[in-house]
Structure formats: C-alpha cells, structure tokens
C-alpha cells in the first residue's frame, strides 16, 4: 500500500525547493528546455495540461512546464513513477518555476511516452482553478 505521507512530503518538498534561474513565464523557455512533442510521440497540445516543455536530463520527473495555447505558464509538473515511491527513492532538489503556486493536483497516469511506467503528476498549478480547467 502506498503512504499518503509519502505523497505529502513529496508534495511539500516540490513547493518549498528553489526556483529555475532564468524567467519561463512565456513559451518557449530557454534552453535547456525542449518541447516534449519533439522528443517523444505526444501532441504538441495536450488537453488539461497545455504545451510541455522539459530539460531531458531531469526525466523522468522533470519539471516539466506547462503553457496555455497563448503561450502563458500555467503550472509546473513533476512525474514521479511508483517504481520509485514504492523504493523511497529521494527526489531531492527539484527546481520550481518561481511563480506563484495557486493550487496542487496529484493525478495517476497508467504511463505514456517519455514516462512509460505507472506514475503521478503532481501539478504546481500558477492559475486559478477555473483557468486550468478550460485548458481544452
């Protein structure tokens, strides 16, 4: 069985580290960031989540940032596999956006390109709810 402590340290540890260097407040952010539609078969455009981009060397939990079709950062988000969970493997010094947090999702996703096995999102929202619902 999984521990929901687990998840909220997790969680708490993602909020609190510090912040990306450069300002990714707009589409595309600077290199090393790279479209995720490039470097696996996604669509440019996800629904819920908008347009990714990740430094490949921070795979498979990233961040990964997200932007809206205008090009605006909507949230941050890490992929955390259960594999790893499961291990008590330590995600240490994950990097945030710096902009502020509104709200956090904690979803489960079965596995897709790029992170193929089981995994959560947890997703640093910078939007109100009602924004980051109409990502459509």
Excluded: C
Excluded at 21 to 47: E, H, I, R, T
Excluded at 75 to 99: C, E
Excluded at 120 to 130: E, K, M, N, Q, R
């Amino acid at each position: 069985m999984r521990s929901p402590s687990l998840f909220a340290l997790a969680l708490f540890s993602a909020v609190s580290l510090p912040a990306l260097a450069a300002d990714v407040g707009k589409a595309p952010p600077p290199a090393p960031y790279q479209a995720v539609s490039k470097l696996v078969a996604l669509p440019n455009f996800l629904p819920g989540i908008g347009t990714l981009y990740v430094a490949p060397k921070t795979l498979p939990a990233g961040p990964f940032l997200a932007y809206d079709r205008s090009g605006k950062l909507v949230s941050t988000i890490y992929m955390v596999p259960l594999d790893d969970l499961d291990a008590h493997k330590p995600f240490t010094d994950l990097k945030t956006s710096g902009h502020p947090v509104d709200h956090v999702d904690l979803v489960f996703n079965p596995g897709h390109p790029g992170v193929e096995k089981p995994h959560y999102h947890i997703i640093l929202w910078h939007v109100p709810v009602s924004e980051a619902a109409s990502l459509k």
